[in-house]
């Protein structure tokens, strides 16, 4: 097709691409003398009808759109001649190599680099899916993103070609739609022909992962559709937790917009706190934190002895002491009479034995709360005995992670009555929690930084409540 002229107007300079029923051109227009790209739709063996509804799509988008990191659409006709029939989409011409072409031409990106790509492609997804109604690119992998050359500190000007997967979603309502994109950078709802905003999201993520490793992420390994690529990047924490949060599988877990990422990156270069709360471990805090990429534990130590139960303590020791003295004496009573009055005991010494345990639980229970890629457990451990006080949960299925700060109420009399502050897992229909009634710390600070902590190791955002 070199030096043939479509449209009476575009002189084809040589082929760019192809695929099944499609060509991708490069050509000069023959009235303002520059270079354009021509997208050929061709009627041949390969053609469904399927291929052009995506292709009128891509044609109506561009033709909508206007931004400068996006080509501009031109020109749209029928193509017919003796020995091609079919459709051709022109557009503008970007001279700038793809992310595909430069990693294989031996450029490695560090992760500064990385993040400046991942900040311009957001902001160009803010711009679609802003669109009204959202623009969907649905097909967002190394060799659809542009990158020109450095320019002195930038990482080069960036720019999304290639909508013919487009989605918007107006198209989707009352239809059927269809399965679009490139495996390995497919989110798992896309596989469902179920697109949304945060689909984008998850390709951009998977296409940064194979910036940092040098691998497709089709070839990296995968644990519960979670892309493993820790192991095959040297990346700061902060940036990998953002990366898993990009390409977390399940929609409810990952980050909901292209605003939201932008925000979490900045947030990240910058070194500021997300969150707003308290991201390291408050001063003369005995709680233990571990965790590796695989694994995070939290251990809370007992309380300790504290004034206030000095009452309960007394208490206990006298109610219990009575309630012996009572045993004894009912059991020295004459058989059969005896056995009445020693059962008639039995409520009152277990009210004894959970002052006992009341007494006992400050000073001697600790709390640990484990994660790892397969479970969650919240177990208490006290004289070498352990139990779970919430049956363990595959850690897969938490969806959300709760920070309820410290408030006030006013209770039936007026009163006023202080609410700790929460910190809460939810795995389904069962809840974890730190904090509050019943969930061992008490200090804001702590449950603060441990939010954060769990978030950064979970991918998930911390919501408020």
Known sequence: MISQILGERYEVQHQLGKKAGRRTLLARDLITGELVVVKLLTFDSN??????????????????????????????????????????????????????????????FTE??????????????????????PVIHRDIKPSNILLSDRSGNSVGQVYLVDFGSVQTVAATEGGTMTVVGTYGYMPPEQFGSRTVPASDLYSLGATLIYLVTGVH?????????????????????????????????????????????????????????ITGLAVTKPAGSKIQLTKDTDALEILVPPVGFQGSTVFMVLFAIAWNSFILFWTINALAA??????????????????????????????????????????????????GLKFNRVPPAPTQEITKLVYVPRTFTT???????????????????????????????????????????????????????
Not at 90 to 106: C, D, N, P, R
Not at 336 to 363: D, K, T
Not at 368 to 374: A, N
Request: net charge negative.
């Open 411 to 465: 209770d039936l009399e007026g009163n006023r009555v202080e609410i700790s502050p929460q910190l809460i897992i939810w795995v389904g229909v069962q809840k974890y929690q730190l904090g509050g009634k019943g969930g061992f710390v008490e200090s804001e600070l702590e449950i603060e930084w441990l939010a954060n902590e769990l978030s950064n190791w979970l991918g998930l955002p911390i919501q408020r409540e």
């Open 47 to 108: 053609f469904e009808w399927d291929h052009l509804k995506l292709f009128e799509r891509e044609a109506e988008t561009l033709k909508s759109l206007s931004h400068p990191s996006v080509p501009r659409y031109l020109d749209y006709f029928e193509v017919n001649t003796p020995n091609l029939k079919g459709f051709a989409l022109v557009q503008t011409y970007i001279s700038a190599q793809t992310l595909e072409q430069h990693l294989k031409a031996g450029r490695s």
């Open 217 to 273: 992420p089709a070839d990296l390994p995968q644990k519960d559709f979670r892309i493993q690529f820790e192991q095959a990047t040297n990346l700061s924490p902060a940036f990998t937790n953002w990366l898993r949060w990009m390409t977390e599988p399940s929609l409810e877990r990952r980050l909901t917009s292209a605003a939201q990422a932008l925000q979490a990156l900045e947030k990240l270069q910058t070194g500021d706190n």
């Open 112 to 133: 500064t680099e990385v993040k400046e790509i991942a900040k311009a492609v957001l902001e160009i997804l803010i711009y679609l899916h802003g669109q009204n109604p």
């Open 334 to 383: 004459p058989f059969p009479a005896n056995i009445p009055f020693a059962l008639f005991s039995l409520p009152f010494w277990g009210a004894g034995l959970q002052m006992v345990y009341s007494v006992l639980s400050p000073l001697l229970k600790r709390i640990r709360l484990r994660l790892d890629r397969q479970q969650i457990t919240l177990t208490w451990e006290m004289l």
